[in-house]
């Protein structure tokens, strides 16, 4: 069947990078017409009956779908490249992470889920005593040798091996999306903080996550590429959990994909499309939020 072309009815039941690109093409179409771009909304549906057309060649026929880790491991794989550039999931979020830290209340800060420390280091550099905590020992052992003289702690954002109310405030970066859900991982951060402590927490948005599928995605030594798997936590689950925490939502900020972010996710040659698809979708969600009294 190789070169002939291919209805979507007619294909296997694995999700193709064609199947990605239509979904792309599918929402730049919406864009085009909701923008009321007529010259796109042509030029797009032109796309789609393309790419339709050959979902049985490559590139369009290469698998998508790609095996799957938990955190655990998939951290511990991932720890020797994850601070390589190219990530810009972290260059989206790193910049309102930290400026929401440069306004943090006084007493030790919890780093949770701190990886190889990029958070816990920024902290430090400006003078915080900080206490980091990951599940991972591949990525502590990274953040020891970035960090020798910080306190960094093996343990789980579900339980966090501190005191009650011994941190001034504490942040969770991009790690509550690897979770079913969220309230006792909300529960145990709001429980180590001391009264009017802040918690910063940043997680892909729920619109990528859900909608586009995005997840973490690593590539070993080998070449393999592993999946971390990630679940879409809508806006009112946060505020149903800080709530059951006793948190009060201070500021919930979501950045968005620049259209040279967008462009460089394209698949196949099909810049224009994810530019017009993508660009101003939000990518990350962070949440600042205060204990009560």
Known sequence: MRGRPASVGSMADEFTEGHYVLGIEGLALLRAG???RRGGVEHRARELAMVTARLDREPYSAARVLPEQGPAAGYGGWAESYDQPGNDTIAIEEPVVRSLLDDLPPGPVLDAACGTGRHAA?????????????????????????LPH??????????????????GAAVCALALSHLPVIETAVAELARVLAVGGRLVISNPHPFVTAVLGWRAVYVAADGT???????PHMPSAYVRAFGAAG???????????????????????HEDAFAQAL???????????????
């Open 150 to 167: 910080a306190d960094l702690r093996e343990g789980s954002v579900e339980s966090l091996p501190l005191a009650d109310g011994s941190a």
């Open 279 to 293: 660009t101003g979708v939000p990518a990350v969600i962070v949440w600042e939020a205060e204990k009560g009294r």
């Open 247 to 269: 948190l009060t939502v201070r500021r919930c900020l979501e950045p968005s994909l620049s259209p040279e972010q967008a462009r460089a996710r394209a698949k196949a040659g």
């Open 122 to 146: 920024y902290l430090l550099e400006r003078g915080r005593e900080v206490v980091g905590v990951d599940l991972s020992p591949e990525m502590l052992e990274r953040a020891r040798a970035r």
């Open 34 to 36: 909701a923008t009321r």
């Open 225 to 231: 590429r592993t999946m971390i798997p990630e679940y």
